[in-house]
């Protein structure tokens, strides 16, 4: 089974006939090619042409992230399952402006609804969340009869800051108080959290894609532009709460990172090398994890449940089945 490679130190990434290493002060550490999905790169490292090449044949794409773990961009590897039809049938999703909408629709409800999901499991731990879950099902009646994508991004908007709401019940650690929700640069340690999370979420979920016939320039929740990606955005939001959240609240609760794994930079603040090993440790676990799934009758990873979703994202635009978002049921 193939797996990510996250890098954090200085270093080169460089090619010896048909292996792949990364060398740095510590020394050598080889990369199973074959074993290789993605390479998540933290730290400064250089690479060559020739190191391309053979990523590209090899089919193994490479995530690059800022001093702060702040997603920047991705090699992607020619796209090897490139379809002309597909690419011709997510364009016709996205101009036509009622079956955008309609996509748009499924993703924002699919959050709605695992995020109730969470904070449901944190009320039946005895957390007073009730408040919260009542204003976002409000919220979530309201999606349906949404006229376009500004007025959905707000229903969106909403709920998350109703969620967010939740988190300081549910973390209840005052150097991990939520206040609000602030980004690039974060302000505080949680929020820090949440931005390193979700960018790892961004480039995991792009990483599927790429396994898949579906162009990740195409999204339909957030507008295609002139930004690399998009589609990973809205395919994301379905997971965050159930992936990204689940394991920021396991992090803190078992006292995995606390105060101490923050630090203060000219830009803003950042999660010591430390912190984020733990958040991937844990994020891989989560990952790996399986559960029941009702439909296949048996077992899956999280990891496989994103590539699931996309692969009923591409059935809906080829018009064979219409998509339904994953909603979790624990």
């Known amino acids: 089974m193939k797996r990510p490679i996250y890098i954090f130190s200085d270093g080169e990434l460089k090619r010896k006939d048909n292996t792949l290493y990364f060398e740095s002060e510590e020394g050598k550490r080889y990369i199973p090619v074959e074993n290789t999905s993605e390479i998540h790169v933290f730290g400064e490292t250089d690479l060559n042409k020739r190191f391309l090449e053979f990523i590209t044949r090899t089919e193994i794409i490479i995530h690059f992230y800022n001093h702060y773990g702040y997603y920047i961009g991705t090699f992607y590897p020619r796209e090897h399952l490139n379809s002309g039809f597909i690419i011709l049938k997510q364009a016709e999703h996205y101009l036509n402006s009622e079956k955008r909408l309609e996509l748009a629709k499924k993703f924002v409800f699919g959050a709605s609804k695992n995020i109730q ?81 979700n960018s790892i979420m961004y480039t995991t979920t792009l990483s599927e894609i790429y396994k898949t016939h579906l162009d990740p320039r195409i999204g339909y929740l957030h507008s295609t ?58 994020l891989e676990d989560k990952l790996r994890t399986t559960i029941k799934h009702r439909k296949l009758g048996k077992k899956v990873s999280y990891r496989r449940l994103i590539r699931m979703e996309v692969y009923k994202l591409q059935k809906h635009i080829i018009g064979e089945e219409k998509y339904e978002p994953f909603v979790a049921r624990w």
């Open 117 to 197: 999901q969470t904070i449901r499991y944190y009320i039946n731990r005895g957390k007073d969340l009730e408040d919260v879950e009542k204003n976002i099902k409000i919220l979530e009646e309201r999606i349906d009869v949404c006229n376009d994508i500004d007025e959905l991004m707000a229903i969106e908007g909403n709920t998350r800051e109703y969620y967010y709401m939740a988190f300081d019940e549910i973390i209840q650690k005052p150097e991990f108080k939520f206040v609000e929700r602030t980004r690039r640069p974060p302000r505080n340690n949680l929020n820090t959290m949440i931005s390193f999370g």
């Open 225 to 282: 532009n002139f930004r690399r990606f998009t589609l990973n955005l809205d395919v994301s939001e379905i997971f965050k709460p159930i992936i990204i959240d689940r394991v920021i609240f396991t992090l803190l609760g078992r006292n995995m990172i606390n105060g101490d794994d923050f630090e203060k930079n000219m830009g803003g603040l950042l999660m010591k090398e430390k912190a984020k090993k733990a958040f991937i440790q844990e």
